[in-house]
């Protein structure tokens, strides 16, 4: 078969796009920002990409045409279509689909699929079980939106019968409003937690339980529905009906809990010690977020014991508190953080390891971007202080913002500053930061190479 896929640079569509390949089909692709490091990862697997959504390639006459979710039906200020060659599908009656419709009939089909929703963790819960399962010899296939350092892909189809899936509930496709994961039809589906977000398609929190309900209705009787204990969310989603086996994992009393700090703890089951995990990792969300890794490995065959023997060997997730590098004895992180909540977790379990990568254990600088497009509408704006409290100093890159970042820090006083550009932020980091800083940058984006351009300053600075 042969498959162009209209958004192949995303994330989702990127790794669909590797498991097509590498399940035997043609592949080709367009996008309107076709630049590495995707374009190479997709070009090195024999995948053509072109740059933007032309009419005209609708000559190529695929078998299938695969819709990303950044194709619509909008129009430019002339009044021409965005996306011309959907225009010429629909007008041609040419066959297309979804990105989650196609991967369910063509990958999932068949298989026991593991799938992770929620609003925050679902990456790194996603690589935690693909690893234990990779461990236990179970050789899963799997789809993440991230790169899991112990397999340095984001997608393979795996040689068993399992399949680990990070479940979005962000929209399908302009034609199909569902959230993605309801095309997965899991056997195992993990609610990790569930807070209010993509302001931009769901109108309040009750739009996205609902589309959680949508899901827990897919997961067969004979499958396991495994959920965060402590989300009142989360209950409210299960109130509306669960018609599969329960396991709650997090606070004390649930099925899966932890006793211990989240470098080195326990994990009882039913109340009773049956592993240990010892890790690099920090923050009480990932020793969470391990509890229902391990829970829902338990649920196809991998003892808790053998679980958290292998997550003493994981190795994260990139752009999870990834060290950069170190300058003038300044530690430079890289973190996928952008909504409030997952800022003030990435900070909060900075804060309580002071030994992470090395042993920094000076201040907390933290540097961050509104990009997501619930950030970019100032929905949470308010929240920005709380999120950052963790901080010993906190810097914000404004440029696109229509919403005054100024104010909104303003209760921080001279703890926040803000820079409307990627130059002016980095000069403020750099005069701002002293010998055993550790500075975390927090986007969901490429944040205009902040990172290296950091780390060369500091370099130029110590070397004066």
Known sequence: MHIHILGICGTFMGGLAALAREAGHRVTGCDAGVYPPMSDQLRALGIDLIEGFG???????????????????????????KFPLMEAILDAGAPYTSGPQWLAEHVLQGRHVLAVAGTHGKTTTSSMLAWILE??????????????????VSARLGCGTFFVIEADEYDTAFFDKRSKFVHYRPRTAVLNNLEYDHADIFDDLAAIERQ??????????????????????????????CWSALRRFGPAGSDFAARGEPGAFEVLQDGQPVARVAWDLTGVHNQWNALAAIAAAEHVGVAPAVAAAALGRFRNVRRRMELRGTAAGVQVFDDFAHHPTAIRTTLDGLRRDTTRAGGGTGRILAVFEPRSNTMKLGTMASQLPWSLEAADLAFCHTGGLDWDAAAALAPMGDRARTAPDIATLVDQVVAAAQPGDRVVCMSNGGFGGIHGRLLDALAALSNR
């Open 55 to 81: 009419a005209e390639q609708l000559d190529l006459e695929p078998d299938m045409f695969v819709v990303g979710n950044v194709v619509s039906r909008a129009r430019q200020p002339d009044g021409t279509p």
């Open 135 to 152: 461990d236990a010899g179970l050789a899963p296939g799997f789809l993440i939106g991230g790169v899991p350092q112990n397999f340095d």
């Open 212 to 241: 959680f309900h949508h899901l827990l209705r897919t997961v067969p009787a004979s499958g396991r529905v495994i959920a965060n204990g402590a989300e009142a969310s989360i209950d409210r989603v299960l109130q509306q009906g």
